[in-house]
Every structure is written in C-alpha cells, then in structure tokens.
C-alpha cells in the first residue's frame, strides 16, 4: 500500500509562485506515473500535470502549460510541482496521484493511489 502526503499550500496573491510536494511512502515509488489534480469549489476535478515513471513524457493541462512544472525525485519518493505566475482560477484543493501502471494517463480513474490535497488560495 502506497500513501502520499502533499505539502506546501497556502495563501498566496495574484502573479506569486509556490511549490507543492508529495511524498510516497512504501515500495515502487520510481515505477508509478504520478499526477497532480486539482479541484474547484463546486466544480470537479481537473487534471493538472502528469510525469511518467522515468521522467521522460510530461503532459500538462492546457490552463497551466507554460506556468507549472512537474518533476519527480525518486531517491526522495517525491513528486513536485512548481507554480509560477499563479491566477485566482488556480485556487483549488491539489490531489497527488500515484498509477501503479507507469505510463501517464489524464484519467484521473486511472490513478490508484491519492493523497489527502493540500489547499492553494491565490487572492487577487
């Protein structure tokens, strides 16, 4: 049994950057694809960024590209995403995601394990 922690939300305004982190406790952290969700008040949740078991394919939403960075430290069982130039539509709960399954998927169906989400508010 995989569990994830996220960390690093918090109240930030308008144009300011913050980092989220999520570390994986137990075995098979380097094989699992890992993903970042996030969800709305009122509305469901979305995918973010997805980075695969090796670090080489890297998708990310079409409302973040170009502003949030996944990336992945496996000898930390860590996945991470740097948010930069963030709006007030990015304030969500953030879900980290771990698929047994390596390769990435934007399903968050596919994800079998999830973490508790960590609140980001961007004021304006």
């Known amino acids: 049994q995989v569990q994830l922690v996220e960390s690093g939300g918090g109240l930030v305004q308008a144009g300011d950057s913050l980092s989220l982190s999520c570390t994986a406790s137990g075995r098979g952290f380097s094989g699992y694809a890992m993903g970042w969700f996030r969800q709305a008040p009122g509305k469901e949740r979305e995918f973010v960024a997805t980075?695969?078991?090796?670090?080489?394919?890297?998708r990310y939403a079409e409302s973040v590209q170009g502003r949030f960075t996944i990336s992945r430290d496996d000898a930390k069982n860590t996945v991470y995403l740097q948010m930069n130039s963030l709006k007030p539509e990015d304030t969500a709960v953030y879900y980290c995601?771990?698929?047994?399954?390596?390769?990435?998927?934007?399903?968050?169906?596919?994800?079998?394990?999830w973490g508790q989400g960590t609140q980001v508010i961007v004021s304006s």
């Open positions: 980075i695969s078991w090796s670090g080489n394919t890297i």
């Open positions: 995601a771990a698929r047994r399954l390596g390769v990435i998927t934007y399903d968050a169906i596919g994800y079998d394990y």
